[in-house]
């Protein structure tokens, strides 16, 4: 019942910088955790930044200080800001919602990231 779609993604160069958003519709609980997650070809999906609806963030050690994640409530959207994109970013990312009240997991399609020359 609840929905997810990113936006944002595309192919830029080193040191560039992205905005990807993330629009959550359905029966969606107040209290819940969003987050971006991506995985590269022959790479394990991984956490990038995730968000509490109270606005608590954490960060993966990889994106510390360069990317930052934020969200609004109102309008059940969430982003993500890159900047200074480094190769080793190419991933297609994707957008997680965690429902705390009914422990449901809801995932997005995923937006493909291209960082190159």
């Known amino acids: 019942q609840v929905q997810l779609v990113e936006s944002g993604g595309g192919l830029v160069r080193p040191g560039g910088s992205l905005r990807l958003s993330c629009a959550a519709s359905g029966r969606i609980f107040s209290i819940n955790v969003m987050g971006w997650y991506r995985q590269a070809p022959g790479k394990q999906r991984e956490l990038v930044a995730g968000i509490t609806s109270g606005g608590s963030t954490n960060y993966a050690d990889s994106v510390q200080g360069r990317f930052t994640i934020t969200r609004d409530n109102a309008k059940n959207t969430m982003y993500l800001q890159m900047n200074s994109l480094k190769p080793e970013d190419t991933a297609v990312y994707y957008c997680?919602?965690?429902?705390?009240?009914?422990?449901?997991?809801?995932w997005g399609q995923g937006t493909q990231v291209t960082v190159s020359s």
């Open positions: 997680n919602l965690k429902d705390l009240r009914g422990r449901f997991d809801y």
